[in-house]
């Protein structure tokens, strides 16, 4: 990923199911943040501002979420693991 850049993965979730997310880099520069649908709300921990390497948590209500990938500083290789139960 190139500095500045950011990229999206949608995943539509149920309310009560248990989603985790965790991001691996080289340089430990990638990270992540976890929006609502329309990336105006984002679910504690997870949001701008947090720098999550690593969250988990139940889901609060059924909805389209959106995981938007970005790099602190410089480029960034990432990989991106992502469950839900």
């Not at 950011?6 to 340089?27: C, P």
Request: glycine content about 12%; cysteine-free; overall charge negative.
């Amino acid at each position: 990923m190139v500095r500045g850049d950011r990229d999206r993965y949608y995943l539509g979730a149920k309310a009560g199911q248990t989603m985790s997310v965790k991001i691996t880099s080289t340089e430990k520069n990638a990270v992540f943040q976890i929006y609502f649908h329309g990336e105006e709300e984002a679910l504690p921990g997870a949001g701008d501002g947090d720098d999550a390497m690593n969250w988990s948590g139940q889901l609060p209500i059924d909805n389209d979420y959106v995981i938007v990938v970005g790099g602190m500083r410089g480029n960034a290789t990432y990989a991106l693991t992502i469950s839900i139960k």
